[in-house]
């Protein structure tokens, strides 16, 4: 069997965690890059970097050629609703090219990185892979792409394609450059910029976890089958608190009305973002917050072995990461 395998998404937080962990493994790794891309989480990586786009698919097959296998991780994230077409592009269309060219160049497992967001939230109760809300339901233009580039993978296994589903719930840790929603979260508390806070809650899980459960996924995971990668579902507060018991720095006193980040995301959308300043908060960002986005993730625990790190350990690795990294000047 081939060593070589092919990620894509390799420059992002959990891309680089599972090149990382892909490299330990003794894997020969190839990873697709765009052009113009920061390569600072690849640094030092003995990675083959191939420079392209998901949407040009006679390339994507050329390099697929000989990997053994296809982590599809690359997504594009953003909450804005004038990215409606990007994300569309990139992540329907991208799932849809790069799945044929793997099929194409005869790859033989393809483990796609779907999201919870795909899933929706559950009104009553917690999710787990058998549940799917209505698209019309899916809150945002990011999540409805989410769903659709799912769909294509469903299609790919319909016609006959070896590819399994993983769907990340909120992962922290090591190496979030950008950073992420949850991570600027836990930038915002290390700063002491963080006067309240909304009445919302995530499932978090160490990325490394993540990263090892797309390994597993590859090995274990059954044709067709979702895997949600998750580990514990906690309230914003509580998150919040595990923060200050790991810094030493006190828990925000107040929480927000939702008609306050509801009011200023209205005016960053439809008011500051026409006369052309930079908003700052999406208005589909403040109505993720209202819901309780709480996951199940047994199945893959027994299923395929995903590890559960910690909370509190996850949670200090990404302080101390965005610490060494120069994050909280």
């Known amino acids: 069997m081939s060593n070589q395998v092919f990620v894509t ?14 490299l330990d493994c003794g ?3 190839r990873v697709l890059v ?12 003995a990675v083959e970097i191939i420079r392209g786009d998901l949407t040009d698919g006679d390339h994507l097959t050329n390099h697929l050629h000989g990997c053994e296998v296809l982590f599809h991780v690359a997504a594009h994230y953003s909450l804005w609703q004038s990215d409606r077409k990007r994300l569309f592009q990139d992540n329907v269309i991208g799932t849809r090219t790069i799945l044929a060219a793997a099929k194409t160049a005869k790859v033989e497992r393809t483990v796609y990185t779907s999201s919870v967001a795909a899933i929706g939230v559950r009104q009553s109760g917690i999710a787990d892979e058998t549940y799917q809300s209505p698209v019309d339901q899916l809150v945002g ?21 070896n590819v399994v589903i993983v769907n990340p719930t909120t992962p922290i840790g090591p190496w979030d450059i950008k950073p992420t929603p949850t991570g600027e ?31 597993l996924a590859w090995q274990r995971g059954q044709t067709g089958q979702r895997y949600i990668l998750g580990h514990e579902n906690l309230s914003l507060q509580q998150i919040l608190q595990l923060l200050a018991d790991l810094t030493g720095y006190p828990v925000p006193r107040y929480r927000l009305p939702t008609w306050v980040p509801f009011t200023a995301a209205w005016v960053d ?22 819901q309780k986005m709480f996951y199940h993730s047994h199945k893959a625990v027994e299923e395929i072995g995903l590890p559960q790190t910690p909370i509190p350990i996850a949670l200090k690795d990404a302080i101390d990461w965005f610490a060494e990294h120069g994050y909280l000047v």
């Open 27 to 29: 894997h020969q790794v």
């Open 185 to 215: 979260i836990i930038l915002r508390f290390l700063r002491r910029q963080m006067p309240a806070y909304m009445d919302t809650g995530l499932n978090l899980v160490d990325v490394r976890d993540v990263a090892m459960g797309h390994i």
């Open 269 to 290: 959308e439809y008011l500051l973002s026409p006369l052309g300043k930079k908003p700052s908060v999406p208005l589909d960002g403040v109505r993720m917050a209202t």
């Open 34 to 45: 765009r052009p113009g891309s920061r390569l600072d989480n690849l640094e030092n990586l």
């Open 9 to 22: 998404g390799a420059t992002g937080f959990i891309g680089s965690n599972l090149v990382r962990l892909l």
């Open 141 to 161: 233009q990011y999540k409805k792409s989410k769903y659709w580039a799912e769909q294509e993978a469903v299609k790919a296994v319909q016609s006959g394609q």
